[in-house]
């Protein structure tokens, strides 16, 4: 890719977010079965940050949440998503290049190459550049080698299919089936890597790597039948159903990386605990649109330590030693409640990272507590509500209930 660029002198910043790339996906994350180099450098020199959960089950509340902390004028924003054209058409005053797919072309990296060049192109007038990708939710087009990556010999072959699945596992389902898309999963994930890789290395051999940050978060994760959800769709009426309807607001879905390198970047890298959410991520956009300070860890210390997320018919809570989910009913009015008899599940939270043991059975006072806290939650509009006296409080003697 030859590019040329006035940039090398003034502060600069890309912003990268991907759809459905989650916790499981980057090596820097735990991932050991899948090369993800470019990535895991990256987070040795950047702020790493652990506790990173989506506000809502649907893509709309996260972008909106980053898009609405802008300061339109100062941003290019680049995308594949038709979702995410549609909602930044409403923004005003906002530069936007909008990427159709090219079928002989990797989708990630032909979004990454066309967006860069055309941000390297312009002036001073928009020093940032924000790309949207579809990611795992747009298609698997990763080269099919990649896929064999996680098998071993004795293992079936992966499937060919392109089409990110979206399905809910049956009772009986074939591993080997759920172990296949698995690895198209893993595949595009190389692909993503492999994109970083191609920014970081232009924008070193542009010479701005050390005068321009770079973020890069997931927008959803994907399930892979952690919860029998496998993809990215969403909660059916169990009236339509033969069977109970699946939940969606779990772990799989809510926690996704994020990682951001400041400029100049660390010596070496840092990684933080703190419960973040879009909410965040767009509040530190706008300090480095009005400070130009990149590594800001001050805006995070002084948060509530809770993240919160809205589905359909649920709501999701993390707190630093619990996590739970609860069903929600909403009248015909449309106003939401959380009656004392609907289902309710929670889990230790961060040691049980994918939220396989349910426990609410053997912790009536945590389930109380996080019952209390949840209807609260749903009375606010904001997903930074206010810290009263009583959430507070409540948050207070969660924390000391022994597990």
């Not at 990173?52 to 100062?74: C, D, G, T, V, Y």
């Not at 698995?182 to 970081?200: E, P």
């Not at 840092?270 to 990149?294: A, K, M």
Request: with cysteine; aromatic share 8%; net charge negative.
């Amino acid at each position: 890719m030859q590019l040329k660029t006035n940039r090398t002198n003034s502060p600069n910043g890309i912003l990268i977010t991907i759809e459905g790339w989650g916790v499981n996906l980057p090596g820097c994350f735990g991932n050991s079965l899948l090369p993800t180099p470019s990535i895991d450098r990256l987070a040795a020199h950047s702020v790493v940050c652990d506790q990173f959960w989506m506000q809502s089950i649907h893509l709309e509340p996260n972008l909106l949440a980053i898009a609405n902390k802008l300061h339109p004028a100062r941003w290019l924003i680049a995308t594949d998503s038709t979702q995410a054209v549609a909602l930044l058409r409403k923004k005003e005053d906002i530069e936007r290049l909008e990427v159709t797919h090219e079928e002989s072309q990797d989708s990630f990296e032909h979004l990454l190459t066309e967006a860069l060049e055309c941000w390297l192109g312009q002036s001073h007038t928009t020093p940032y550049l924000w790309i949207h990708s579809r990611g795992l939710n747009g298609p698997w087009d990763a080269p099919y080698e990649y896929r064999k990556l996680m098998c071993d010999s004795d293992d079936p072959d992966p499937p060919t299919d392109k089409s990110p699945p979206n399905f809910i596992l049956e009772s009986d389902f074939d591993p080997d089936m759920l172990f296949g898309i698995a690895c198209g999963a893993g595949a595009q994930s190389v692909c993503i890597d492999q994109g970083i890789g191609l920014i970081l290395q232009s924008l070193k051999e542009l010479g701005i790597d050390q005068n321009c940050w770079i973020s890069i978060a997931g927008l959803l994760g994907f399930p892979l039948g952690e919860h029998r959800r496998v993809g990215l769709g969403n909660r059916l009426d169990p009236a339509k159903l033969d069977h109970p309807s699946i939940a969606d607001a779990y772990s799989e879905r809510l926690h996704t990386p994020w990682i951001f390198r400041p400029a100049p970047e660390y010596m070496l890298g840092t990684r933080i605990s703190n419960l973040l959410q879009p909410e965040d991520l767009g509040n530190w956009l706008e300090q480095i649109s009005e400070t130009q300070q990149t590594n800001r860890l001050d805006l995070f210390s002084n948060k509530l330590p809770m993240a919160w997320a809205k589905g359909k018919n649920e709501i999701a809570l993390i707190t630093d030693r619990w996590s739970a989910r609860f069903d929600t009913f909403q009248d015909p009015s449309g106003k939401i409640s959380l009656p004392d008899g609907a289902n309710g599940e929670v889990f230790c939270f961060p040691e049980d990272r994918w939220q396989q043991n349910e426990i609410s059975s053997r912790v009536p006072d945590a389930l109380s507590l996080l019952r209390q806290i949840a209807m609260i939650l749903l009375e606010n509009t904001e997903y930074q509500p206010t810290v009263s006296d009583h959430l507070a409080d409540l948050l207070s003697e969660l924390r000391s209930i022994q597990r």
